[in-house]
T-cell receptor, first 114, second 117 residues
């Protein structure tokens, strides 16, 4: 596609529920990143994929968070047993390779846990 | 370890006035530095980047930034503000090639630029 696409754009879920957030990167981009942006803060790194593998998951806050990229393109961020503190905008970015110095960001998914 | 500090969470300027948004970084290796802009309900857009070439970097929409190693700074400037410049601006740092770089960005907390008519 023309840009990084994230769906849904908004998600409201109840505390304790499971959610999946999808990211469709720019075609041909091998590097994919997830970030979380809380209100009034800058984005915080969650996880980086190079191809199909998670090369750096050091930013995942706990084991309720998990992400996959099974075919090296679309990625899904999965959050189990959601908590109100998980409410944030989840951003996805892709770049041609990890060495490319420009990452292209999607518009984000705004997750609200009630 | 790397970090970014943006001085001033809100900056207000008059239309036509100089824009100066401050960013200081900390990095144990020579950094790559970026400025991103975020308009309401939109994704982050790259304004400009420093990747160890020229220290004065020109970006889109008339913005530029200067890398000053001695001051560990990468301040963003624009000579004359337009109303359309009102947005959130983020400074970010990453590690350069060949140092185990994953390309991940470490962001500052952001500066909201208000432009008054």
């Amino acid at each position: 596609g023309a840009g990084v696409s994230q769906t849904p754009s908004n998600k409201v879920t109840e505390k304790g529920k499971y959610v999946e957030l999808r990211c469709d990167p720019i075609s041909g981009h091998t590097a994919l990143y997830w970030y979380r942006q809380s209100l009034g803060q800058g984005p915080e790194f969650l996880i980086y994929f190079q191809g199909t593998g998670a090369a750096d998951d050091s930013g995942l806050p706990n084991d309720r968070f998990f992400a996959v990229r099974p075919e090296g393109s679309v990625s899904t961020l999965k959050i189990q047993r959601t908590e109100r503190g998980d409410s944030a905008v989840y951003l996805c970015a892709s770049s041609l390779t990890r060495d490319t110095t420009e990452a292209f960001f999607g518009q984000g998914t705004r997750l609200t846990v009630v | 370890a790397q970090s970014v500090t943006q001085l001033g969470s809100h900056v207000s300027v008059s239309e036509g006035a100089l824009v100066l948004l401050r960013c200081n970084y900390s990095s144990s290796v020579p950094p790559y530095l970026f400025w991103y802009v975020q308009y309401p309900n939109q994704g982050l857009q790259l304004l400009l980047k420093y990747t160890s070439a020229a220290t004065l970097v020109k970006g889109i929409n008339g913005f530029e930034a200067e890398f000053k190693k001695s001051e560990t700074s990468f301040h963003l400037t624009k000579p004359s503000a337009h109303m359309s410049d009102a947005a959130e601006y983020f400074c970010a740092v990453s590690a350069p090639h060949g140092s185990g770089n994953t390309g991940k960005l470490i962001f500052g907390q952001g500066t909201t630029l208000q432009v008054k008519p």
